[in-house]
C-alpha cells in the first residue's frame, strides 16, 4: 500500500511539472486581438444609440465594439428628434468610423457650419451678422434684412479675441440677444440655464468660450458651439463658424 502512495504521488508531481511546462510555452506566443466595431458621433451629441433593434447603455459619441461580422443597424434616438437609422457592415479586426450624423425635429433646428466675418471686414461677401432661427448670415450694411439679424463678429486683436455681441448695438438694429458662455465642446442634449436665473451678458469674448446659449428677441433659446477659425486671405480679417440648435418653443430651456 505504501509503495502504492509513493507511486501515485510520483505520478501526480511528474503530471503537474509537464502540464506547467505547456502553461508557460504557450504564454510565450499570445493570441493577437484587434478591436472591431463602429465609431459613431452625432449632432447634437449625448443621443442613445439602438443596435439591431435592441436598447443599449450607449450614448453619442461612442466606439461600439460589440458588434459582430456582419451587418447591423444603428438607430440614433431621442425625444423629440426622429430616429436616424444607419446601416454597418462590421469586418474582422476593423474599426469603422461613421461620418457625423445630423438629427432632425419638429421642435429644433439644428444649422451650419455657418461662416460670419469681423465687423471691419470691408468685403461685401463677407457678412458679419446671424440670424439663429433661420440658420442665414446677413451683411450687417443690408438695411433690408438687418431686422433678422440677432447677433454679430465684433473684432478682437486675435481670431480667439474675438466677441459675438447682440444686434442691438449696433445703430438702427432692433434684436436684442443675450448670451451665456459655456465649457461644452460639442452640442449636447439636455437643458440650460435659463435668463434671469444666471448673469447673461450682450458681450462674449470667444478667448474665453467656445460655446454659449443664446436667448433671443422672440424669448427662445438656442445652443451655439464655434466649430472652426480662421483669418480672410485677402482682407487679412478674422471669420467665425458656427453650429446651433434652435428651441423653436418660446421659454423652452431643453434640447
Request: charged share 15%.
Amino acid at each position: 500500500m505504501k509503495k502504492q502512495i509513493l507511486l501515485g504521488l510520483f505520478l501526480l508531481s511528474f503530471v503537474s511539472l509537464f502540464t506547467v511546462g505547456c502553461g508557460s510555452d504557450s504564454t510565450t506566443n499570445p493570441v493577437e486581438t484587434t478591436k472591431q466595431g463602429a465609431y459613431v458621433t452625432s449632432i447634437p451629441a449625448g443621443v442613445a444609440i439602438v443596435i439591431d433593434g435592441r436598447t443599449t447603455s450607449y450614448t453619442t459619441p461612442a466606439f461600439i465594439d460589440t458588434l459582430s461580422v456582419g451587418s447591423h443597424t444603428i438607430t440614433l434616438s431621442r425625444t423629440n428628434y426622429d430616429d436616424l437609422a444607419i446601416n454597418v457592415t462590421t469586418t474582422s479586426s476593423k474599426i469603422d468610423t461613421l461620418a457625423t450624423k445630423t438629427m432632425t425635429s419638429s421642435v429644433y433646428s439644428i444649422f451650419g457650419p455657418v461662416r460670419i466675418w469681423v465687423k471691419s471686414d470691408p468685403s461685401t461677401s463677407h457678412p458679419s451678422g446671424l440670424c439663429l432661427n433661420n440658420g442665414q448670415s446677413y451683411a450687417i450694411s443690408d438695411t433690408t434684412n438687418k431686422k433678422y439679424v440677432d447677433f454679430y463678429l465684433a473684432d478682437g486683436s486675435t481670431t480667439a479675441g474675438d466677441s459675438v455681441a447682440s444686434a442691438v448695438k449696433l445703430t438702427n438694429f432692433d434684436r436684442t440677444t443675450f448670451f451665456y458662455g459655456t465649457s461644452e465642446t460639442e452640442l449636447k442634449v439636455g437643458s440650460v440655464p435659463a435668463h434671469g436665473s444666471v448673469s447673461y451678458t450682450q458681450v462674449l469674448g470667444l478667448s474665453t468660450y467656445k460655446s454659449f446659449i443664446v436667448y433671443d428677441n422672440e424669448n427662445n433659446y438656442s445652443k451655439v458651439i464655434v466649430s472652426d477659425q480662421g483669418v480672410d486671405a485677402t482682407t487679412s480679417k478674422n471669420w467665425v463658424e458656427f453650429y446651433w440648435i434652435y428651441n423653436t418653443v418660446s421659454t423652452s430651456t431643453t434640447f
